[in-house]
């Protein structure tokens, strides 16, 4: 499958790879604003948070994704990591990733698909999905028509998802789909979530 990159995308986007055997993120993509390529929705005590990646060269440009450059102006990736350990620190599973998320943010990549790229390892290590993911140089299927996203941080919500589970703050705003997977992993573990993901019905 042929996609853009997603950081720590919706769960939708999740139930869309999981299954497939090879996966290739599209790096010759222009960088669009208003997407899911630099932001990720996850829920605070007050309702969906937006934690987006600066960029150098401001939101409007065009410039293919792989050559986007992460802005450290400001120290963007300390405030991502406050924000997860502030909005998950009561989540069941939080504790176990932790460490491997902070490493994240810590790294400091220079280029926006490097950091990414890290970011779905993580992901893809933390869930046990077992698809390849490749260059897409290799896709030798010519007939291989990319895969468009429909969701996006202004409808992220309006998606179902498959399966329900237990959020830290749905008792004050009721249950809300579709956030960001690390919703999901911090709230019922990478195993939970591979299971469900594997199940022969969905």
Avoid at 99 to 126: G, N, P, T
Avoid at 172 to 192: A, H, M, R, T
Wanted: with cysteine.
């Amino acid at each position: 499958m042929l996609t853009d990159y997603q950081y720590f995308g919706p769960i939708c986007f999740v139930e869309l790879i999981y299954k497939q055997k090879q996966l290739c993120f599209d790096k010759e993509a222009p960088f669009t604003k208003m997407s899911f390529k630099n932001r990720m929705v996850i829920l605070s005590a007050q309702g969906p948070l937006n934690l987006t990646i600066p960029i150098l060269g401001g939101r409007e440009q065009k410039t293919a994704i792989k050559d986007v450059l992460i802005s450290y102006d400001a120290p963007w990736g300390v405030k991502h990591f406050k924000a997860l350990q502030t909005c998950y620190k009561r989540a069941p599973y939080f504790e176990y990733y932790e460490a491997d998320i902070e490493k994240l943010y810590a790294r400091k990549k220079e280029y926006l698909v490097d950091f990414l790229d890290d970011c779905h390892q993580f992901l893809q290590k933390s869930i046990k999905g077992k698809w390849e993911l490749i260059d897409c140089k290799e896709y030798k299927n010519e007939e291989t028509i990319k895969e468009i996203l429909p969701w996006h941080p202004n409808n992220f919500d309006k998606f179902a998802i498959q399966h329900s589970y237990l959020q830290v703050f749905k008792s004050n705003k009721g249950f809300i789909p579709n956030l960001s997977i690390l919703d999901w992993l911090f709230c019922v573990g990478g195993k939970e979530i591979s299971k469900q993901l594997s199940d022969p019905l969905m």
